[in-house]
């Protein structure tokens, strides 16, 4: 079956005025190469503007950009290999290094689409105000996710820990109040024991980020919701576009809690690395942790 996308591209090209007609053209020509680049390459291809793509994406039936690359990662899901939906049996080295690291560059890319600032803003603010940070995960990639944003935010000088097991998750959400923080990490966003300690966690007035896709029994349970979509896996629940996609966010999220907390985080983390290195830990030799120039002091911290 022909994508949604791609057909209704094709319908509506012989009607669209010059500039969209080439955006489309692009578009159906190589439809893999338009989800892998930015808007502002495809605009410079078509020698156009990124007012002139959007305007197109309208045209589609898109209220965005967002909303088009995600409907045409979804479309071209649909094929492909059992592996990985780009690369084809007959594909030599090469051609799949530069297949699935396209995919994972398409990833982040949409995650730059999606990703709301407000919500990310809205969990990083969160994140440092609490009296303690507890992360739950479920199953092999958000266990972790949830491990590695514990040990980030640990590193950075807040109370966190990592919850795996379900029991656990239980125990920690009875005993959490209004000021911590549950950060649930889980794709799928529906199995019920993660399900069950959040509503738990809910009930005891603590704020519930959520980083999982929209629509999701988690996502409505989240008071801030860092939303993603990835194109399904052909064979995993949980696949690798998933899980880059997520650690991107955990990335994004990490640097916004680091501006909050300023000059006390990178006090914080030179001073373990000093303690590593002195100890044989981690003998390489690092520069010293500063923010960039023109970002110290007062002017390099949020104004809130």
Known sequence: MTPRVLERAAVIIDRA?????????????????????????????AHSSVPTIMRTCRDLGYAGL?????????DLAVGGSPLNRRVRIDDDARQV????????VAVVNGVQAQLSADAVCSAADALVKASRVDCYGVGVTSNFMA???QARLFRLGLV?????????????????????????????GGMPSLLEAVDVARSRGATVVALTQGGSPLAKRADILLAIEVAPDPVMPVGPEAYLAHLTVIEILT??????????????LAN??????????????HPPLHWDPGT????GKKKR
């Open 17 to 45: 005025p010059a500039a969209r007609r080439t955006v489309l053209a692009l578009i159906l020509e190589d439809p893999q190469r338009v989800l892998d680049e930015t808007f502002e390459m495809l605009a410079r291809r």
């Open 66 to 74: 967002r909303e088009f690359k995600l409907a045409l990662a979804q």
């Open 97 to 104: 290094i530069d297949k699935v690291t396209r995919g994972a």
């Open 147 to 149: 491990m590695d944003v």
């Open 160 to 188: 966190s820990n990592s919850y795996l097991d379900p029991h656990v998750q239980l125990i920690s959400a009875a005993t959490i109040d209004h000021r911590g923080v549950v950060m649930a990490i889980t794709h799928v």
């Open 255 to 268: 640097v916004l809690v680091a501006q909050r907390l300023g000059d006390k985080a990178v006090d914080r």
């Open 272 to 285: 373990i690395q000093r303690t590593l290195e002195t100890r044989g830990v981690d003998m390489q030799h």
């Open 296 to 299: 110290t002091g007062s002017e």
